[in-house]
């Protein structure tokens, strides 16, 4: 069976047109099989079969096989970057970005991300600073950035959050002027791209997930982008325990190979990538379309002007909606409907971080702000035709109850 086909999957759905329906009220839950934000797509699997017997048939299942140099030469002709180096995840191929790049000391980046872009540098022994957000993106604020700057900075690690680009050419003048290296968390950012240029070509270094709940997944995978020679020569070192030869280790390195079945997995889903944007996006259009008009809660606009692969779906909860962002999410679940408070409540907010930066919340307002109104919504090929507007109406629901029943204000 082909993703395609997974598309329609039925499911015992029901309306919801007031507070009674809804299954925090006693009403059955709008699907007996869980909804996810990521539920993974999966392209023609017979010919990831086929691609996999011919792996089994030459007995060549790991150390830089054909697979991962196809998938390679793949991704770099599509980005338009040099070199492409495949890591078993995302997280081995950011801490051997950061390795590869000689940073130390102290890295900014923002503490609105996926905790493992602060574990990466946290794990390296390299201090982890964290600078605020534009409120209006979700992205790195250069200004915080700049604030942050102290005679330890060494870098900077952007992150493309929801795929929308960072702000690329303000944060490589500021690393340009303060002779800092500039790399990006583009794990989001696959396929994606910021006035005409694909992300992946932006500062030093960019780094891809490839995780199964990635709309571009290998089952677990990631990559390393760049136009920089010696800095692609060394990660491809690194990712093999720092081998240039046979029996000749030049680095530090560790095993972040790629495995030959994740790369056929990769290439089987390649194929498959304009299907599975057609559909994010198509879902995208019709979450805007339906959750307009809910007091207090709005879905994040991409630009349509850009490419684009539309893999999140982001409500943003204002502070006066009726109803609490909580309160949303809680309904939601009880529905089976699996929505996400990404990235709540920020790495600063976390163990190690928590506990070594007790006062970062004093400097990141907005990120704190933002981390309390966030919703991520399912999307991708695994999603019922009928679940928008079904989300949409369980939304608009507990909206309307808290309205009436005097619920929150300012």
Request: charged residues 20%; proline residues 5%.
């Given at each position: 069976m082909t993703a395609a086909a997974s598309i329609a999957r039925p499911s015992?759905?029901?309306?919801?047109r007031s507070g009674s329906d809804l299954a925090l009220n006693g009403a059955p839950p709008a699907y007996s099989e869980c909804l996810h934000v990521g539920r993974p797509n999966i392209g023609d699997e017979s010919r990831f079969l086929d691609l996999t017997r011919q792996m089994l048939a030459r007995r060549m299942l790991t150390n830089n096989g054909p697979y991962v140099q196809e998938l390679e030469r793949k991704l770099a002709d599509w980005l338009g970057v040099k070199h492409v180096v495949a890591m078993c995840n995302g997280t081995v191929a950011l801490e051997i970005a950061i390795r590869a790049s000689g940073l130390q000391g102290e890295v900014i980046l923002p503490s609105y991300t996926f905790v493992a872009t602060a574990q990466a540098l946290h794990w390296q022994g390299i201090t982890p600073v964290f600078a605020d957000i534009d409120p209006a993106t979700h992205n790195l604020d250069p200004c915080a950035v700049e604030r942050m700057i102290t005679p330890r900075t060494t870098g900077i690690i952007g992150v493309h959050v929801w795929g929308r680009p960072a702000p690329v050419e303000a944060l490589q003048d500021i690393a340009d002027r303060r002779g800092l290296a500039l790399m990006f968390d583009a794990a989001h950012a696959l396929g994606c791209a910021h006035r005409g240029k694909m992300i992946g070509g932006f500062g030093r270094a960019e780094v891809f997930s490839f995780h199964a709940t990635k709309f571009f997944n290998?089952?677990?995978?990631?990559?390393?982008?760049?136009?920089?020679?010696?800095?692609?020569?060394?990660?491809?070192?690194?990712?093999?325990?720092?081998?240039?030869?046979?029996?000749?280790?030049?680095?530090?390195?560790v095993n972040g190979k790629m495995p030959e079945v994740c790369?056929?997995?990769?290439?089987t889903n390649f194929d498959f990538l304009p299907t599975i944007v057609a559909t994010n996006r198509h879902h995208h259009s019709s979450y805007l379309a339906a959750f307009e008009g809910i007091d207090g809660v709005s879905i994040m606009p991409?630009?349509?002007?850009?490419?684009?692969?539309?893999?999140?779906?982001?409500?943003?909860?204002?502070?006066?909606?009726p109803a609490t962002r909580d309160e949303l999410v809680d309904a939601l679940h009880a529905e089976n409907i699996l929505a996400r408070k990404y990235f709540w409540p920020g790495c600063h907010n976390m163990k190690p971080?928590?506990?070594?930066?007790?006062?970062?919340?004093?400097?990141?307002?907005?990120?704190?702000?933002?981390?309390?109104?966030?919703i991520v919504l399912p999307t991708g090929t695994a999603l019922p035709g009928d679940a928008v507007e079904t989300i949409a109406g369980i939304v608009s629901a507990v909206v309307e109850s808290a309205r009436q029943r005097g619920g929150r204000r300012g």
């Amino acid at each position: 069976m082909t993703a395609a086909a997974s598309i329609a999957r039925p499911s015992a759905v029901k309306r919801v047109r007031s507070g009674s329906d809804l299954a925090l009220n006693g009403a059955p839950p709008a699907y007996s099989e869980c909804l996810h934000v990521g539920r993974p797509n999966i392209g023609d699997e017979s010919r990831f079969l086929d691609l996999t017997r011919q792996m089994l048939a030459r007995r060549m299942l790991t150390n830089n096989g054909p697979y991962v140099q196809e998938l390679e030469r793949k991704l770099a002709d599509w980005l338009g970057v040099k070199h492409v180096v495949a890591m078993c995840n995302g997280t081995v191929a950011l801490e051997i970005a950061i390795r590869a790049s000689g940073l130390q000391g102290e890295v900014i980046l923002p503490s609105y991300t996926f905790v493992a872009t602060a574990q990466a540098l946290h794990w390296q022994g390299i201090t982890p600073v964290f600078a605020d957000i534009d409120p209006a993106t979700h992205n790195l604020d250069p200004c915080a950035v700049e604030r942050m700057i102290t005679p330890r900075t060494t870098g900077i690690i952007g992150v493309h959050v929801w795929g929308r680009p960072a702000p690329v050419e303000a944060l490589q003048d500021i690393a340009d002027r303060r002779g800092l290296a500039l790399m990006f968390d583009a794990a989001h950012a696959l396929g994606c791209a910021h006035r005409g240029k694909m992300i992946g070509g932006f500062g030093r270094a960019e780094v891809f997930s490839f995780h199964a709940t990635k709309f571009f997944n290998c089952f677990e995978g990631g990559c390393v982008t760049t136009d920089d020679d010696a800095l692609a020569t060394a990660m491809r070192y690194m990712r093999n325990f720092g081998f240039e030869a046979l029996d000749k280790a030049v680095y530090a390195g560790v095993n972040g190979k790629m495995p030959e079945v994740c790369a056929a997995m990769g290439l089987t889903n390649f194929d498959f990538l304009p299907t599975i944007v057609a559909t994010n996006r198509h879902h995208h259009s019709s979450y805007l379309a339906a959750f307009e008009g809910i007091d207090g809660v709005s879905i994040m606009p991409y630009d349509n002007t850009e490419t684009g692969n539309y893999q999140y779906v982001i409500a943003e909860v204002s502070d006066d909606c009726p109803a609490t962002r909580d309160e949303l999410v809680d309904a939601l679940h009880a529905e089976n409907i699996l929505a996400r408070k990404y990235f709540w409540p920020g790495c600063h907010n976390m163990k190690p971080f928590r506990e070594l930066y007790p006062h970062a919340g004093m400097l990141l307002p907005n990120t704190e702000k933002v981390a309390r109104r966030v919703i991520v919504l399912p999307t991708g090929t695994a999603l019922p035709g009928d679940a928008v507007e079904t989300i949409a109406g369980i939304v608009s629901a507990v909206v309307e109850s808290a309205r009436q029943r005097g619920g929150r204000r300012g």
